[in-house]
């Protein structure tokens, strides 16, 4: 997901959070919040990315593998 629909798609649920406390629907609002933190984490991890590459020299573009948790 790119970040731009990433943005998008916070907006919306900003939207459904604040009706769903509007409306006292509590489990509504957890959840719809947990989508909120998903989707914000996922725009941070694009630009993350984007700064890492940027300041990587030019010469050094392999991508190492990723770690397993706990490795």
């Known amino acids: 997901m790119a970040p731009q629909t990433a943005r998008a798609g916070q907006a919306a ?3 459904a959070i604040a009706e769903a406390v509007h ?7 957890r959840r719809l919040l947990a989508r909120f933190a998903e989707l914000a984490t996922i725009a941070d991890l694009y630009a993350l990315r984007n700064a890492l590459d940027a300041a990587r020299p030019s010469g050094n573009r392999e991508r190492s593998q990723p770690r ?4």
């Open 23 to 29: 409306d006292g629907d509590d489990r509504t609002v």
């Open 68 to 71: 397993r948790p706990g490795s």
């Open 13 to 15: 649920l900003v939207e």
